[in-house]
């Protein structure tokens, strides 16, 4: 599978200077960039060749529910949807972000991940639910402790 680059809003904004063709991101990315210098390099990108791919809400609904990535933004969320989307084509995605959380889930989801600079996870954290007051873990289905009835929080392991 031939690689293909996905690339967050801190690409744009910290001016990566990467010699990579094939370098897609989102209409969410790209609608978050406000610095006046990440539009002229969006633009300076474009006219090269970067890809800006529309991704429909519903999709983003889709991944909402499928995981437990409330800490994701609807553009973090985006750029996932868009790696799948890009593997289902027969390409191998390499998300570029300088975003622990999005670089966390990515890599559980088996994607390839470059941090920016030197903001790159050591280690993956998996979110679990889990009670507070009684100590128990439960699977992803339950909202609710089975003993207390406390909502359940999301701790990472």
Not at 4 to 26: A, K, L, M, Q, R
Not at 29 to 52: D, P
Not at 63 to 75: A, F, G, H, Q, V
Request: charged share 30%.
């Amino acid at each position: 599978m031939r690689n293909v680059y996905v690339v967050d809003s801190g690409f744009f904004i910290e001016g990566i200077n990467v010699n990579i063709s094939d370098v897609y991101t989102t209409s969410h990315v790209e609608k978050e960039i406000k610095s006046y210098i990440a539009r002229i390099r969006i633009e300076s990108l474009k006219s090269q060749g970067l890809k800006i791919v529309e991704i429909d809400d519903k999709d983003i609904d889709n991944i909402k529910k499928r995981l437990n990535c409330k800490n994701l933004s609807d553009t973090d969320i985006s750029l996932i949807a868009l790696c799948f989307k890009l593997r289902e084509k027969g390409y191998n995605p390499v998300l570029i972000t300088n975003d622990y959380s999005l670089q966390n889930i990515a890599k559980i989801l088996g994607f390839e991940v470059l941090g920016i600079g030197s903001k790159r996870i050591r280690k993956v954290y998996f979110p679990i639910k889990y009670c507070k007051n009684c100590k128990i873990y439960y699977s992803d289905d339950e909202k609710f402790c089975k003993n207390c009835n406390s909502k359940l929080i999301i701790k990472y392991i």
